[in-house]
């Protein structure tokens, strides 16, 4: 092993031709703080150009977690007692991440073992390479803590089949290592016990010939069973025509998922449907990231936010009090407020990458 360097809660080493990125917060199950953001960042620049370096693998300590999301608890202080702007500035970079995530010139392997929600997705999901294992649980849930899904989830959900990315951006299900590979968002599984194994034949053999090796046989999908009722039921064009199509479905499951989109905020509920939608029509993974910008800061200034984190993560009551408490109550300029244009304070990412096309 050379290069060993640490930081407080990301580990950096190069073993052979790996370089290897560890977030490391395994008693926070390794969620993202802003330093963490811009330490991957940087190592991602110092080994872009590093001849010695051909492939880039993310981890995460302990053995719970890659990353269950952002710091939520910091986003909470924000937008209950401060201005918004360390949220905001935070967004800012993590989004700018995950799009160079996306475009990194070399692969990117990142190993979704255990839990890996929200941020944690954005870190890996946009990768090259993406394994899961049989102990992965990946889930967008923002709807729960009256958020809506970021870090590229709506590009990512909107590719998936059908309409399984929209039952899992509504309802925040969790995906084992079978329905993380059918919705598009993991390419392999390897087993929990070949990770060292693939990780230390990376050091000096190329990455298809140590995916050869370990990937195993992927377990069946549950959802796959599920699709008939979750394609007619969330093609609806409204909440409430999804919700009442769930309900009179006659599917156990079908009837599940209605009493979970019940529990979630009603205005995350209509933002996310409509950033879905929005974001199956726009041309790359960089608008769409433009476009989750505008509705994240939106979302700072809505009464949701604050006590969906408060429900479940600071008080963990699991009981919020939702405002506005019902879909009907939800207006169309409530959510058309989400999408509005934040002039100077743009992302800026489809225009950037809409320039670097230009030939001359």
Known sequence: MTGAHTEETVLRRTEGRAAHL?????????????????????????WEHDPAIEVVVLTGAGDRALCAG????????????????????????????????????????????GIVMGGGVGVSAHGSVRLVTERSRVAMPETGIGFVPDVGGTYLLGLAP????THVALTGAQLDAGDALLCGLADHCVPSVEQPGLLAGLADRPLREV???????????ALAAERDWIDDCYAADS?????????????????EAAETLLA??????KATLESLRRAR????????LDQEYRVSCAALSTPDLVEGIRAQVIDKDRAPHWNPGTLAEVADADVARYFAPLGDRELGLGATIRASEVPW
């Not at 909440?239 to 009837?255: C, F, N, S, T, Y």
């Not at 029509?281 to 769409?288: G, I, N, Q």
């Open 22 to 46: 560890v977030l490391n917060r395994p008693k926070a199950l390794n969620a993202l703080t802003h330093a963490m953001v811009r330490s991957i960042d940087r190592a991602l620049t110092d």
């Open 70 to 113: 952002g710091d939520i608890r910091a986003i909470h202080e924000d937008a209950r007692g401060g201005d918004g702007t360390a949220s905001r500035d935070f967004w800012r970079d993590e989004y700018r991440l995950n799009a160079r995530i996306a475009r990194y010139p070399k692969p990117y392997v990142a190993v979704m073992d």
């Open 162 to 165: 059908g309409e399984l990315g």
């Open 211 to 221: 995916l050869q090796r370990y990937v195993g046989e992927a377990p069946p999908s």
């Open 239 to 255: 909440v409430e025509e999804i919700l009442g199509r769930l309900l009179a479905h006659g599917a156990p499951a079908a009837k």
């Open 264 to 269: 979630k905020s009603p205005s995350a509920l």
């Open 281 to 288: 029509r726009l041309a790359s993974l960089e608008e769409v």
